[in-house]
């Protein structure tokens, strides 16, 4: 479109006027074709000219295409392109030939891409909240390393500081007090039922050696071991939830390795460190903050600004990743701002840092609240999540609301065995596909020679039309990193299989119609397969 407005240009139909950015869109009615501009309507804008008048003028200076049937200029200035059949069919080898493949593009062209995601403290165990940013950060890590960027996942672990002290100091004491012994747990302490938990562990491993050893070397033992029990539950939760880290980093590593002391000491030399009322500040305002911010507190102990200024420090000047994307929970919303300003304070074009944020999550049992955990009666852990409902709900429902919306978490809908759970209605798509596949194997139909120029009945079509939107979704995912689109087009595409099984009888008497709707059914079942893996979701050839 952008050659056919030049082209206009240099025939006077169009005044020398910058062109404006041309988009094509998918319509929602499926009337008005495979794809549709307002191109003309943008023109309009730019040159004062009738937008139906500048829609006719670009359509009849346009190239033909092999793959566009016609192409319908609409009120007030849309075109409209509507696909050939032969070629959609076409498609389907397509699929066949890519498999798990298909949907793979290459806008990343190899850029190396860190997502850094759940991260929490290691002072206690994964709750709900913390499930919803694990499965944001795993599903954008796969759809970037689809769209053919070079992806690392990363958990960074704030295992030094202040918050961890007062876990050890918790874990001390109820320690002590397992062993019959008088102890109090900090006021700004860890009170979870948790931590009585780890306690009973320790005291069974290890006995009561630590109740003998003077308190500060007890309280920094029994830390190392209570944080290991931490970490390790956290690992186990996340692999039980499908996710994977390629990286551990710990915030104590930024201490031994130094980025910490070369951090403080760069923005000092630039000019952005001052001290005032005994701390160590950034002087964000510099940057165009509202507010300067700690960097080291007038007790002389660095607060986690600090390193997370050396945290990316080592991200992006270390390590060179081109991008670095952030999934964080709703309580770091007011730390977004001042972190960009950092990483500009280092250089770094802030752009290149980018932070999600996704809102909480609350749980129901259809209409009823679900605020604390039956066994514990404090967090509902993630654990206790995946007891309830597995894995594959997890995801899903995690996945179908955007990052920056409030979530209801429907546990009885998660457990259905019904259409209405939209769990059960896609998987069982699969299912139902893999089902007629078999069948076709067992009655040794071989329909590898099928012609799916056949498939030219309006079901058959739209279902093809749904498979091929895989490719741009991927696109689009990547480019907007909001993966909840996902769950709705896993939703979309079993919706047409449906439809399509319901009006076209797939194994007939029929030998060609067969073999052309088995090679359709076949492509069906890679797409919806490659949906799922993409959600981090299992594709059952059985239910």
Known sequence: MNQAAAEAQKEGKLPQVALPEATIERPQNPEHGDYASGFPMKLARATRANPMKIAQDLVGLMTPYLEVEKIVVA??????????????????????????????????????????????????????????????????????????CQVQKEYYFNDAGSQMHAFYRSLYARYLQGLGKEAEVPENGYHGAYMIDFAKEIIAEQGDRFARLPEAEAIAEIGKLGLAKVIGQIKADLLRLGVTFDNWFTERSLYDQGQYETVMKLLREKGYVAEKEGAIWFVSTALGEDKD?????????????????????????????????????????????????????????????EIIIHQMVTLRRGKELVRVSKRSGDIITLRELLDEVGTDACRFFFLARSADSQ???????????????????????????????????????????????????????????????????????ARTLEPHHFPHYAQDLATAFHSFYKLCRVISEDEATTAARLKLVEATKIVLARTLHLMGMTAPEKM
């Not at 990343?108 to 499930?131: D, R």
């Not at 700690?294 to 420090?313: C, K, N, Q």
């Not at 270390?318 to 304070?345: C, M, T, Y």
Request: avoid cysteine; charge should be negative.
């Open 75 to 148: 009120p007030p200035g849309f075109i409209n392109f509507t696909l050939k059949s032969r070629w959609l069919t076409n498609q389907v080898e397509s699929i066949l030939a890519a498999g798990e493949d298909f949907g793979n593009i290459d806008i990343g062209k190899g850029s190396n891409v860190q997502v850094e995601f759940v991260s929490i403290n290691p002072t206690g165990p994964l709750h709900v909240g913390h499930g919803r940013g694990a499965i944001l950060g795993s599903t954008l890590s796969n759809v970037l390393q689809a769209a053919g």
């Open 407 to 477: 979530m209801d978490f429907d546990l009885e809908l998660a457990k259905k065995e019904s259409a209405d759970n939209p769990v059960y209605y896609v998987q069982y798509a699969h299912a139902r596909i893999a089902s007629i596949l078999r069948l076709a194997q067992e009655r040794g139909i071989d329909y590898s020679q099928g012609d799916v120029g056949l498939l030219t009945g309006e079901p058959e079509l739209v279902l093809i039309r749904k498979l091929l939107l895989l490719p741009e979704l991927v696109e689009m995912v």
């Open 293 to 353: 911010n700690v960097l080291v507190r007038s007790d002389g102990s660095p607060g986690y600004f600090a390193t997370d200024i050396a945290y990316h420090y080592n991200k992006f000047l270390e390590r060179k990743f081109d991008r670095v994307i952030n999934v964080w929970g709703a309580d770091h919303q007011g730390h977004v701002p001042r972190l960009k300003a950092a990483v500009s304070a280092l250089g770094v074009d802030p752009a290149r840092l």
